[in-house]
């Protein structure tokens, strides 16, 4: 009987060491596996550059997480140009206390709400892309955006066509010494629509090139709007027309849509847009485009991630990311013609 003790007893003492051992085993963090949960709320998903964006965030996660063995979890919403959806999108995010969130604003006139709203949950708030007004920004130092220097894209259209213009004089088909041209918008009250709109054209004249506005319009960064508001003056003006700026790729490649149909593309205006899109860069290519300004999607999506990975480090962002000044951080542009849109495809497409 005192033996049948003894047994009863060191196999309960064995069961105990086992299970002594596999907690130590589960609670040591070195095993452990940190888990990263950021929701991402975009104005809408059906924009070609964000859509690019998201890819790239989705691809670049996964690269992280094999480079420092965390599981990062993305949740992508969609917000469908409304800002009432996207309200509640974030709401959502911070209920189920995401460690993140990355906002694409719908309308960046009201940041200060959702920034009030994560700082309330302490609940570290990026926006990206469309960048809210600064003194919103400044109501945390929490609160951090990344995205590009609009005034530099507009800047880089303008030297597209001035250094066009020195190879090629007949882009001026009316040999008048002006450029007649038109402009694609991409919102009425968007930031970087606005300032790519003024120093795209500020850089041609100062540059020593008349420039004569026939017509602009907004086409809500849309290619099928693009195309219908280009299919428009080229009734009106014809071959008037020397030149298309356009605030991004997608409205220019309406434009050369338009072109097409009506069978002036070869001896049409000259197209330039913003963002270096795949479709656009191939476009470059073909020569149905004259030049493009790249909004460098990969590097965006990095610093969002870098940024969001700091902070569930404790760390400071502005020790670990790249190129962050203060509570921003701003991709450099590269312009695009067709002398190096090879490199730039070929960038683009590394990782697909």
């Known amino acids: 009987m005192q033996r049948l003790v003894k047994r009863a007893l060191c196999a309960l003492l064995g069961v105990a060491c086992l299970a002594l051992s596999a907690s130590c085993e589960t609670n040591n963090p070195e095993q452990q596996i940190e888990t990263v949960r950021i929701g991402v709320a975009t104005y809408r998903s059906d924009d070609t550059f964000i859509t690019a964006l998201c890819d790239d965030l989705e691809r670049v996660s996964k690269q ?90 507009g800047i880089m259209q303008g030297q597209i066509i001035l250094n066009a213009l020195k190879k090629d004089a007949g882009i001026d088909k009316n040999g008048d010494g002006k450029l007649q041209y038109v402009m694609l918008e991409g919102e009425q009250a968007h930031q970087d629509s606005l300032i790519r709109t003024e120093y795209s054209v500020k850089t041609i004249t100062a540059g020593g090139v008349q420039m004569e506005k026939l017509a602009n319009d907004t086409a809500n960064w849309q290619r099928s709007l693009g195309t219908a508001k280009m299919t428009s003056w080229l009734d009106q003006f014809g071959d008037e027309i020397e030149v298309v700026l356009s605030n991004n790729d997608d409205m220019a490649l309406g434009a050369i849509d338009a072109l097409k149909a009506q069978d002036m593309l070869e001896n049409g205006p000259v197209v330039v847009g913003v963002d270096g899109t795949l479709a656009a860069l191939e476009a470059i290519q073909n020569g149905e485009m004259l030049g493009s300004v790249v909004n460098d999607a990969q590097l965006q999506a990095q610093a969002m991630l870098d940024i969001a990975c700091a902070l569930t480090e404790g760390s400071d962002p502005q020790q670990v990311v790249e190129g962050m000044n203060g509570q921003y951080v701003r991709a450099p542009h590269r312009i695009v013609t067709k002398e190096n849109v090879g490199q730039e495809i070929a960038y683009l497409t590394q990782s697909e």
């Open 64 to 153: 992280m997480e094999s480079e420092t063995g965390k599981k990062i979890i993305l949740n992508i919403a969609d917000g469908k140009n409304s800002q009432s959806n996207q309200n509640d999108q974030v709401d959502n995010f911070i209920s189920r206390s995401y460690d993140v969130i990355c906002v694409n604003m719908v309308d960046r006139t009201v940041a200060a709400v959702i920034i009030d709203k994560a700082k309330r949950a302490d609940i570290p708030v990026v926006f990206f892309n469309r960048e809210p007004v600064e003194e919103d920004i400044r109501m945390w130092d929490r609160a951090y955006y990344v995205g590009t220097d609009a005034k530099e894209s």
